[in-house]
């Protein structure tokens, strides 16, 4: 079983993530491979059994827009019955980017194993652990 987690993060929170999960799914014997956005490529998505995507709450409850939402864009045809998961930390909100973000994956076909793990800043006590159990329930796939 291989996961692919790509992320972007601006201040390293939504990028302690991506690190957490993949330490989750890699205590739980998968191949993990880890990505910013900026070394991603469309091909990644059929390149993994399970694709991970993490991106923080920006702009006004969006994606970040000059790197992620570009990418989330080019692959949008391409996630039809993919195996996803979604992740992101957000500051003030109430999560509505996340809930936007995942009910798009679900119009383009995808398979959510997961609600979208959103966390507050930085990933600190039960965070850890709710992100790590994210990775080994990935890893069970
Ligand atoms: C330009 C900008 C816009 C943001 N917009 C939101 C927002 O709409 N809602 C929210 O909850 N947090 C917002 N935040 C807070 C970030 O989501 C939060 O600080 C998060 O932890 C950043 O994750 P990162 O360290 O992975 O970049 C914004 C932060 C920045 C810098």
Same mark, same amino acid.
Request: charged residues 30%; aromatic residues 6%; glycine residues 12%.
């Given at each position: 079983?291989?996961?692919?987690?790509?992320?972007?993060?601006?201040?390293?929170?939504?990028?302690?993530?991506? *690190?957490?999960? %993949?330490? +989750?799914?890699?205590?739980? #014997?998968? =191949? &993990?491979?880890?990505?910013?956005?900026? /070394?991603?490529?469309?091909?990644?998505?059929?390149?993994? *059994?399970?694709? %991970?995507? +993490?991106?923080?709450?920006? #702009?006004? =409850? &969006?994606?970040?827009?000059?790197?992620? /939402?570009?990418?989330?864009?080019?692959?949008?045809?391409?996630?039809?019955?993919?195996?996803?998961?979604?992740?992101?930390?957000?500051?003030?909100?109430?999560?509505?980017?996340?809930?936007?973000?995942?009910?798009?994956?679900?119009?383009?076909?995808?398979?959510?194993?997961?609600?979208?793990?959103?966390?507050?800043?930085?990933?600190?006590?039960?965070?850890?652990?709710?992100?790590?159990?994210?990775?080994?329930?990935?890893?069970?796939?």
């Amino acid at each position: 079983m291989k996961l692919t987690v790509i992320y972007w993060s601006g201040t390293g929170n939504t990028e302690e993530m991506a *690190d957490l999960i %993949a330490d +989750g799914a890699r205590d739980a #014997g998968s =191949e &993990v491979e880890v990505k910013s956005v900026d /070394e991603a490529d469309p091909r990644d998505v059929g390149a993994c *059994d399970v694709l %991970a995507l +993490g991106c923080p709450s920006m #702009g006004d =409850e &969006v994606l970040e827009e000059d790197e992620f /939402e570009p990418y989330v864009a080019s692959i949008e045809n391409a996630i039809k019955g993919k195996k996803m998961a979604l992740f992101g930390s957000y500051g003030w909100g109430d999560g509505q980017w996340m809930r936007d973000w995942v009910q798009r994956m679900r119009d383009a076909g995808a398979e959510l194993l997961a609600d979208g793990l959103i966390v507050n800043e930085a990933p600190v006590g039960d965070d850890i652990e709710r992100c790590k159990s994210l990775g080994r329930l990935l890893a069970a796939e």
